[in-house]
Each structure stands twice: as C-alpha cells, then as structure tokens.
T-cell receptor
Framework: DAGVTQSPTHLIKTRGQQVTLRCSPK?????VSWYQQALGQEPQFIFQYYEEEERQRGNFPDRFSGHQFPNYSSELNVNALLLGDSALYLCASSLGQLAGGETQYFGPGTRLLVL | QKEVEQNSGPLSVPEGAIASLNCTYS??????FFWYRQYSGKSPELIMF????GDKEDGRFTAQLNKASQYVSLLIRDSQPSDSATYLC????????????FGAGTTVTVRA
C-alpha cells in the first residue's frame, strides 16, 4: 500500500523565483492538504483540495496556489519566493468527508531553501 | 491565545518510565484530536487519534480526552530511546473546518 509521496525531496531557489511541489496521496484517499513547517515551528495549514477544488485556505498570501488533478494528486505553487518561504512543505492525504475531522497522513515533505 | 497549547518541555524520562504529554485547546466545539510523532528532520507520523471522551490505548500509547476540560493527553509507557522525538498535538474543529491546528510540540528525550 503506497503511502503519500512528495517530490522533490529538496529544492534550492533564489528570491523572486517560482517553485512547484508535487504530492500523490495515499492509495484510496481523495483529499490533499498542504502545510508549511518553518524550522523549529509547528506545521501551518496552507490549503486543502477536494474534488479538484480548494475547499479551505489558511492565512497565506495569493502567492501560494495549488491544483488537484483527476487522479487526486496535487501541486503547490509558490510565486515570487521570499527568504521567509524557506521551510519544510508537507502534503497530507485523507479520505474526504463532508464535515471534516478525517485522519490526515503526511508525506515525507519537500525541504525548500530560498537564498 | 493559541488554539492548541502543549506543555513546553523538553521532557526527559529514563528508559522504561512513563512519559506524560499534555495538550489543551481553546475551541470547545473541537471534535477530532490527533497525536503525531516527528523525528528531527522528518515529517509528522500519526500515532493516535481520539474522538470521544475517555481513554484509547494502542500498544504502549494511551490517549486521553476530556472535552469538558478541553484537554487531551498522551501517555507513553515503557519509554524506549526510539521514542525520543517531538510530539505534536493536533486538533480539528469539524463542522466544515478541515484543517489541523497544531500545538508547538513537546520534545521528549528518553535516557538509556
């Protein structure tokens, strides 16, 4: 049973560039959430995708955008990178339910360093 | 006030002892509660989830939930050096709120 996969594992970018991170959910899951975890901090919710739509968004600027494909995989795009975007980006998959509360399983993460 | 608060730690326990981790949450309507373990440089790994008041046991781990006191805890029995990690408490409000809100984590060190 394949778990959540993310690519790439590590990435180095410079300020102002754009980056795309990818996630494939756990087999049987249809919902993908993205979190940002700065060094020494707890994960912060970016957004969640269900049925190819963003159904909830956290307190992140519009520079952060995403997409979900028909096979439930997802991308996170960040434009105009800032030094403060350096973090571990976590994808979590779950089986979508109408009201929330489903268990989320995290992938290994993508570590982004912005220079 | 943060939505989820954990005892700050770090927590150091001898091998074989019980480690007790605490978490409080601010929204009385919160419905789902999770404990994740995160090793340094790795992603969070689910240990337990609990939805109802009372205790839930899984191997050496016991989660306890008291909704009236807005309190959830995790006990690790017979602590092993491999349990040394940061433990994250996460809460979901439900009612069409899908995000997990995390506490800052408690770092546990098990001394051999």
């Amino acid at each position: 049973d394949a778990g959540v996969t993310q690519s790439p594992t590590h990435l180095i970018k410079t300020r102002g560039q754009q980056v795309t991170l990818r996630c494939s959910p756990k087999s049987g899951h249809d919902t993908v959430s993205w979190y940002q975890q700065a060094l020494g901090q707890e994960p912060q919710f970016i957004f969640q995708y269900y049925e190819e739509e963003e159904r909830q968004r956290g307190n992140f600027p519009d520079r952060f955008s995403g997409h979900q494909f028909p096979n439930y995989s997802s991308e996170l795009n960040v434009n105009a990178l800032l030094l403060g975007d350096s973090a571990l980006y976590l994808c979590a998959s779950s089986l979508g339910q109408l009201a929330g509360g489903e268990t989320q399983y995290f992938g290994p993460g993508t570590r982004l360093l912005v220079l | 006030q943060k939505e989820v608060e954990q005892n700050s730690g770090p927590l150091s326990v001898p091998e074989g002892a019980i480690a007790s981790l605490n978490c409080t949450y601010s929204d009385r309507g919160s419905q789902s509660f999770f404990w994740y373990r995160q090793y340094s440089g790795k992603s969070p790994e689910l240990i337990m989830f609990i939805y109802s008041n009372g205790d839930k046991e899984d191997g050496r781990f016991t989660a306890q939930l008291n909704k009236a006191s807005q309190y959830v805890s995790l006990l690790i029995r017979d602590s092993q050096p491999s349990d040394s990690a940061t433990y994250l408490c996460a809460v979901n409000k439900g009612s069409n709120d899908y995000k997990l809100s995390f506490g800052a984590g408690t770092t546990v060190t098990v001394r051999a």
